[in-house]
């Protein structure tokens, strides 16, 4: 290890998370706090847990992978909150955090007494993140969010697709995970806002709003000429050529983004004289002429490998890339070079592999590698560590206010002590 590793600092280290949100987009939040270092409490109802924790094939065994990909490094205590003893022991713990994740319905939380406007008298210096389906003000405030729903209301689906065929739905959950995003990016604020003044504040996000940050082209479209977008394949709505072509073996995405690449572009398919025509000399007429550039591309590639017209782009400058399934890019020695692809604990004591974060500090990170927890497998150790005695701690679990997970080894030796 060199000395740049081994004095290397998380940059949250000992920052104190409550989460309470579940499913995606709340712990996608948290994974990320964790990996830089937050302590992360994972509070979930009992007996089952996050609901997420039922997101699994009939072929997962324990906790479902899906599950331990954005809970790893966490710590979990499985709380009643809505009993009076379990909702006294949350709020005693929220006097001593940092920072608070929920996602409840709008209005759930605060019936529960454990609103932000509760929990800023009791510990001021709080930061109260909130994650909403749309948003806290508005017609449909009161309405649920799921990542489907949003990506449909936004507009988002509806510019997904095959030029001339039916709306498709990304195959990635990107109001969940973009929300989560926004919600640590967030937090990172108002806890910079914390360190000049000393008060917290409520951080608030929703799918909605993370649906329609992707929207940047889309909306700068219709603001302008009152243009509504339709779906357009792998195009891109400003710029031809720049999608996904058709090669012998395979396909490949081209990115010609201003005339330098196009010319590039041009002289590598061995037709120069694309420079000067008519229907492609310009950006706007190669955007005009998207279709018949397409055709024509596609027609040149497919007299060869994708392997093969890689290296030659390559060679010319011209950014290129294979399209490649998820096996192929997980796979890349390029994944692990910037540490996306980990090395992290598994719950049965051995090895997995997980997505790392995308962020480095210095050229180095150090994610949390602890492997997701059970339901309540942490409640005691964690009710300690928010000062709770040993005794206050098992009328707790006498009373069902908070549950300890037990493993077959412990419940046999409490049963034999």
Known sequence: MTDTQSDFQQPLKGLKVLELSQIMAGPTCGLMLADMGADVYKVEKVPLGDDARNYGRPSDAGIPPSFMMLNRGKKSIGINIKSDAGRAALLRMAMQADVLTENFRLGVIERLGLGYDVLKELNPSLIYCSITGYGREGPLAQKGGFDLILQAFSGLISVTGEEGGEPVKPGVSIADVNAGILAALGVLAAYVHRLRTGRGQRVDTSLLQASLQHMYWYAAAYFSR???????????????????????????????????????IADVLGHAEWRSDSRFATADLRLANRGT?????DAVLATDDVESWLSRFDDACVPAGPVQNVAQALEHEQARAVRMVV???????????????????????RIASRAAPRVGQDTEDILREFGFTDGEIEDLIACGAVLQHRSPVDSTAIANS
């Open 293 to 297: 550039l397409a055709r024509l591309i």
């Open 343 to 365: 090395d992290v604990d598994a719950p049965d004591g051995g090895k997995t592999r997980a997505l790392g974060l995308p962020i480095l500090f210095n050229g180095q990170t």
């Open 226 to 264: 009152g243009v509504v977008a339709k779906p357009s394949g792998t195009a891109h709505p400003l710029i031809a050529p720049y999608q996904v072509y058709r090669c012998r073996n395979g396909r490949i995405a081209i990115g010609g983004a201003n005339q330098a690449n196009w010319e590039r």
